[in-house]
């Protein structure tokens, strides 16, 4: 069974940094990973992704401030935050992507087989 556990979110103030990590446990061929946030009454937005070969893709919300990487030795992936605003408040999620999900897109949850339960980051004006 595949369990995504993120960690590291918090309460900062804006133009801080946060570092969340995302670790993966269980058994199963990852072509990418994806970051992915909520905010109250809003609908889950794409983030960032990086494939495994550490080639990565951001929203333009974020472009030039957040960081993705990832270590596959032990099979857990980052996300830098920087200069936070306090937009970025919102639920942040972890999902992992297949090697049979590879053809759809990195921007949508279809390209994604296994979800986190989520860390909420909060940045205060």
């Known amino acids: 069974q595949v369990q995504l556990v993120e960690s590291g979110g918090g309460l900062v103030q804006a133009g801080d940094s946060l570092r969340l990590s995302c670790a993966a446990s269980?058994?199963?061929?990852?072509?990418?990973m994806g970051w992915f946030r909520q905010a109250p009454g809003m609908e889950r937005e794409f983030v960032s992704a990086?494939?495994?070969?550490?080639?990565?893709t951001y929203a333009d919300s974020v472009k030039g401030r957040f960081t993705a990487s990832r270590d596959n030795a032990k099979n857990t992936v980052y996300l830098q935050m920087n200069s936070l605003k306090p937009e970025d408040t919102a639920v942040y999620y972890c999902?992992?992507?297949?090697?049979?999900?590879?053809?759809?897109?990195?921007?949508?949850?279809?390209?994604?087989?296994?979800w986190g339960q989520g860390t909420q980051v909060t940045v205060s004006s």
């Open positions: 999902a992992a992507g297949t090697f049979a999900s590879s053809r759809a897109p990195p921007s949508g949850p279809s390209g994604y087989n296994y």
């Open positions: 269980g058994t199963f061929s990852s072509y990418r």
């Open positions: 990086i494939t495994w070969t550490g080639a990565g």
